[in-house]
């Protein structure tokens, strides 16, 4: 791989069912305009529905009711800012080793990290995680094998695998915007960077994790070829290098992050945080700070940005096997400085073991399955009967009107359908998730 072509502004579309490239600035357009092909890509992620939405979805806590937890949308927010910082601060580095392409500036390297930073969770479902086990459920279950019936075996792992980082890619690259036409219509480098996973179900690694659906394969085959992403296998790829930045991100955040939303809802004491920071902060001085909350931030600031500093060294340690696409590492944070790698783990099992498994947690965790399987419950066989030409009863036939932003049509398959049910149920909010659930028991009518 080469960083000439890993830069890659071009954006693709489909038309006619080929995967067509359309319009990108030149730099020098960029530059005039003060908003290069990057910072389009900012904006309309920015912009998007998907992107709003978040603000309404679950990082840690369900309907947490304190003022200061986190949710999706600031946790993308929080991501994209520590991206940005690692993607400027490498491509300083990489054009101080002469590797950056003279039509590239550094802070094009921080404008795509962010990018993909912002795009990163776009996919989750109601309730994070817990939402993709409770989709993943549903369709596992033996009791609903029959709705499965006529699927290739490609098509039945996909749907049912819902997978967060996939439905990501499928957003940016299929729904939003410019729905069936290219979605975002997102630089080359945006979406490398965002592909964490850049194989298929098929794949060996598959399982839980995956980044390409059957529905975004050809859009990703002409991407991999665009940006020179080696081939590992059929319909696998290596990754993009930018990618293990935007990751690097979000593990910080989620490891730091998630503890300062337990200490300010009382799940952890404000001492226990600060022990798990101080490998990385203990010569600082913050007793000046007015209180434990601002004490707290100023400590965990002070710990992102040794991370980020150490993240940043061992990327362009490891550059050459990133663009051969042989990084035998695990991802970065693991081959970082003993003290990053032991706070953050530190973070992480604290996280585990008095954060995920409190009560409060659980019970809206285990809420979730039947919540999410009561909306599959209606709709599902609402739409194995259509498109196998089955005759409606009068409830499928207003359950399938709720799909309105993108109703079945005669064109669908049975996968494309389940897809579309898919995309509406993964695209809910947690309010709206549990409203509709209400509201299907017929609860919500009382």
Same mark, same amino acid.
């Given at each position: 791989m080469n960083w000439q072509q890993l830069l890659s502004p071009q954006r693709f579309r489909p038309r006619d069912g080929v995967i067509e490239p359309t319009s990108t600035l030149s730099t020098q357009e960029g530059m005039n305009a003060l908003r290069t092909d990057f910072h389009i890509d900012y904006d309309r992620v920015v912009f998007s529905s998907a992107f709003r939405r978040l603000g309404r979805k679950t990082q840690v806590h369900p309907f947490a009711e304190h003022d200061h937890t986190h949710n999706r949308l600031t946790h993308s927010v929080e991501v994209a800012s520590v991206g940005r910082s690692l993607g400027n601060r490498v491509g300083v580095?990489?054009?101080?080793?002469?590797?950056?392409?003279?039509?590239?500036?550094?802070?094009? =390297?921080?404008?795509? =990290?962010q990018v993909a930073c912002l795009a990163h969770d776009l996919g989750n479902p109601p309730f994070g995680h817990v939402g993709e086990e409770a989709l993943r459920d549903w369709f596992r279950a033996p009791v609903h094998e029959p709705y499965?019936?006529?699927?290739?075996?490609?098509?039945?792992t996909d749907i049912q695998t819902y997978e967060g980082n996939a439905h990501s890619l499928r957003l940016v690259a299929n729904l939003e915007m410019y729905r069936g036409k290219g979605g975002m219509r997102l630089t080359s480098a945006a979406i490398g960077a965002l592909i964490k996973y850049p194989w298929t179900t098929l794949d060996p690694r598959g399982g839980k994790k995956f980044n390409i659906y059957q529905t975004e394969l050809p859009f990703i085959r002409r991407v991999a070829q665009e940006l020179g992403l080696p081939e590992q296998g059929k319909d696998c790829w290596a990754r993009h290098p930018l990618s293990y930045l935007m990751e690097a991100a979000d593990d910080i955040c989620y490891a730091l992050l998630d503890l300062e939303d337990a200490v300010e809802i009382g799940l952890l004491g404000d001492i226990e945080l600060e022990s798990i920071l101080s490998e990385l902060t203990f010569a600082e001085n913050t007793w000046h700070?007015?209180?434990?909350?601002?004490?707290?931030?100023?400590?965990?600031?002070?710990?992102?940005g040794r991370a980020v500093d150490d993240v940043a060294q061992t990327f362009m340690m490891h550059q050459a096997d990133l663009l051969n696409g042989q990084f035998k590492g695990k991802d970065l944070l693991a081959l970082c400085s003993p003290a990053v790698q032991n706070t953050l783990q530190k973070a992480k099992d604290?996280?585990?073991?008095? =954060?995920?498994r409190h009560e409060s947690k659980l019970m809206t965790s285990i809420a979730s399955f039947p919540c999410l399987g009561s909306v599959l419950d209606l709709l599902v066989p609402a739409a194995y009967q259509w498109i196998n030409g089955g005759e409606l009863s009068f409830r499928h036939s207003l359950a399938l009107e709720l799909l309105s932003d993108e109703p079945l049509n005669r064109e669908d398959t049975l996968y494309t359908a389940y897809m579309k049910i898919l995309d509406f149920v993964g695209g809910m909010t947690d309010n709206t998730a549990a409203k509709m659930a209400r509201e299907l028991s017929g609860i919500g009518m009382l």
């Open positions: 580095m990489l054009a101080a080793g002469g590797f950056l392409p003279q039509e590239n500036t550094p802070s094009d =390297v921080g404008a795509i =990290v499965l019936q006529g699927l290739g075996a490609a098509e039945r700070a007015q209180s434990s909350r601002q004490r707290c931030a100023m400590l965990r600031g002070i710990a992102i604290l996280a585990r073991t008095r =954060v995920f």
